[in-house]
């Protein structure tokens, strides 16, 4: 392989190794900072690929193709530079500058293509004596010489100079990463020059081999220091853009600038303040000023629009290089924060008169160090009229109390011990930054009144408030009692006996016995067509509170509906199961003495034991209703039937 091939091979991977870099900035990444710096390794790695393809050209048209790649970096390299170290240090490029640039660099590749026919980039012969293409001729030509040098190189110098002139106004950390990636371009600027100086030799570029040497340090900027993702920005824009004016003085006093802020504040721009003296700047705010320069406290000023500025200067601290130092004065806008203040100090008033006649107690707690045990604990700090009629105390009094103590009054019948846990609770809450919604009542004092206790973090203090919910616990109360009782009877209708009756047997021990009595009215159908709906409604209720009476307290009685009833009798053997039914047949056998009117209707009583003939409540209904429907039978068309013959048990 000869040196030329190895040669090529090398270029054409490092113009691969280019393309990729460039493709990943300009194409994928599509950041402002990235983009130029893309742009620039694309169009490095065309000059590289033009280098390889001169180097294996064998023809005069492949050669021209390669010379061609070579312009086109040569010329568009500095407008690409130009505008790199601009966008990078935070300055943007308009699209009508760029454009203006571009112009030149576009008539030289121009002129580079079609060179052979005018000879205005270089000057033939295009081959040495033997026989080898010449990169470089004997004699350039007069666009080359006059319009294409001049514009590159001062393109990069003025880029160059953009770039150290403006490097102080770039953070000290991100300067390295800057100079490092100006060092690095050095080495193929530096080898541009000498091409274009005559040295080396004239058959071969060797620019190209300077991008394959520096195209590592590139890689590694990009990729391990990483300087398109930090990006700097300049402090002249940070300065500029800052919402709070900031005038800065020198050591005398004097304005040496502005920002945008501070030229809208005085109206006035940044030159004319230079001629103005620090009282003539300020006018009747002077005094404010001079002031907060000489003690270095904080200062409040009012403009003549009535606006309110906080000015506060601070001292610049000269470098170690330098003796010179100044003041930054800087203002913010408090007008709002000032308004926001009377106003609350005109309503504080008013505020604590509606805490005061709120209908819920309002209790503030706060930790306070106690001094005998050297410990912290929450006391009330505030407690308003309100908590204290709840409380049952003067609300005077509450003040300085402990807040388990505050807490026990509330629920009257809670132990100390317990109140002092339902107050860790709220402290630990607080902590959190949470609030806790709890109900509690009040066993002593106004029987039956329940209050909603919230209890919620107020900076470092605890605030609770007390609301009075006894109606509505009580508007519960008699939806549920709507929701789960028979309207007729009184007692309690399918869903609420199902909920009652199951709960009390899920709730049995293992061992534990009883019975389910399910009772049907014979002839009640009969009574209810023949007398009248509000007779029948009537007997029903005559025959629920026997039931009731014949009945502990503790068993669960219910109405399915129409004329039957369910009771679930718990903690009884057999035989009083029995005794039991046969008497609540003779109760409901009596007389029904009902207006002028005396009826019968007895009953028919099904009984199932539990757990002998069913463990569940389903399985206990469904025996009881076959054992009542059996009795039922048996007694149908009997008018003397005895309780015997109305009662069943399971078999």
């Keep these: 392989m000869s040196l030329d091939v190895a040669l090529a091979i090398l270029l054409s991977f490092t113009a691969a190794c280019y393309l990729l870099l460039g493709m990943q900035l300009a194409l994928v990444r599509r950041e402002t900072s990235s983009m130029p710096l893309g742009t620039l390794f694309l169009v490095i790695s065309v000059w590289v690929f033009g280098g390889a393809t001169e180097l294996m050209a064998t023809s005069f048209d492949v050669f021209l193709l390669g010379r061609t790649g070579h312009f086109i970096g040569a010329a568009l390299l500095p407008v690409v530079i130009y505008v790199c ?20 660099p576009v008539v030289s590749i121009a002129l580079a293509v079609t060179n052979q026919y005018h000879e205005f980039m270089w000057y033939a012969p295009y081959v040495d004596a033997d026989g080898a293409f010449l990169t470089r001729p004997g004699k350039w030509g007069p666009w080359f010489l006059f319009v294409h040098v001049p514009h590159s190189y001062l393109l990069l110098v003025a880029a160059l100079l953009k770039l150290f002139l ?13 100079f490092l990636f100006v060092a690095v371009s050095v080495v193929p600027l530096c080898a541009t020059m000498a091409y274009d100086l005559g040295f ?20 590694w900027l990009i990729l391990g220091e990483r300087i398109v993702e930090f990006a700097p920005l300049a402090y002249e824009t940070v300065f500029q853009n800052m919402r709070d004016p900031v005038v800065v003085l020198d050591d005398r006093n ?59 200067a601070s001292p610049i601290q000269s470098g170690r290089r330098s003796t010179r130092g100044g003041r930054v004065l800087m203002f913010r806008d408090v007008s709002d924060v000032e308004k926001a203040q009377l106003e609350v ?36 700090i505030f407690a308003n009229a309100a908590v204290g009629r709840f409380l049952g105390v003067d ?28 107050m860790r609770r709220f402290a630990e809450a607080a902590e959190q930054g949470i609030s806790v919604d709890t109900e509690v009542q009040q066993e002593s004092g106004e029987k039956g009144r329940w209050m909603r206790l919230i209890c919620e973090p107020v900076d470092d203090d605890i605030a609770a408030t007390f609301i009075d919910i006894t109606d509505r616990k009580a508007k519960e109360r008699q939806m549920e009692s709507i929701a789960w009782s028979d ?68 068993d669960i009685i219910g109405r399915p509906g129409g004329d039957e009833f369910v009771a679930l009798v718990p903690d009884v053997t057999t035989d009083v199961a029995d005794q039991l039914a046969r008497r609540l047949a003779r109760s409901l056998e009596e007389p ?27 399985g206990l209904l469904r025996e009881a209703d076959q054992a009542m429907y059996r009795a039922k039978a048996r007694t149908r068309g009997l008018s003397d039937a005895g309780d015997r013959d109305l009662f069943e048990r399971a078999g």
């Design 85 to 104: 170290f601009r966008e990078y240090m935070g300055y943007e490029t308009p699209m009508r500058t760029i454009v203006l640039l571009m112009i030149i």
């Design 166 to 178: 403006h490097s102080s106004s770039v953070a000290s950390a991100q300067r390295r990463g800057l």
């Design 200 to 219: 080396g030799p004239n058959t071969m570029s060797f620019v190209p081999l300077a991008f394959a040497v520096t195209l590592p340090a590139y890689a």
């Design 254 to 312: 004097r304005v040496i600038g502005l920002n945008r802020g501070a030229e809208d504040l005085l109206e006035v721009s940044e030159q004319d303040a230079l001629r103005v003296t620090l009282d003539g700047l300020f006018k009747d705010g002077a005094t404010d000023v001079f002031e907060a320069l000489s003690t270095g406290r904080p200062q409040k000023m009012m403009t003549d629009t009535g606006r309110f500025l906080h000015v506060q």
């Design 345 to 380: 100090r005109k309503s504080e008033k008013l505020l604590r008169t509606l805490i005061d006649h709120s209908a819920n107690g309002i209790v503030r707690m706060r930790w306070v160090r106690e001094e005998e045990s050297g410990g912290q604990s929450l006391r009330c």
């Design 395 to 422: 609300s005077k009094d509450l003040v300085g109390r402990r807040g388990e103590d505050v807490i026990q009054l509330a629920t009257s019948g809670m132990s100390a011990a317990a109140a002092r846990a339902t």
């Design 487 to 554: 309207p007729l009877t009184g007692v309690l209708n399918r869903r609420g006996f199902e909920r009652d009756a199951a709960r009390r047997l899920s709730g049995s021990a293992d061992d534990a016995t009883g019975a389910l009595l399910f009772i049907d009215l014979n002839q009640f159908k009969q009574i209810n067509d023949r007398c009248g709906h509000e007779v029948g409604d009537q007997l029903l209720t005559i025959a629920a509170k026997r039931l009731t009476q014949g009945l502990r307290p503790r």
């Design 592 to 618: 029904y003495l009902i207006g002028s009117r005396s009826l019968r209707c007895a009953a028919s009583i099904g009984l199932a034991l539990y757990p002998e003939h069913a463990n569940t409540l389903t």
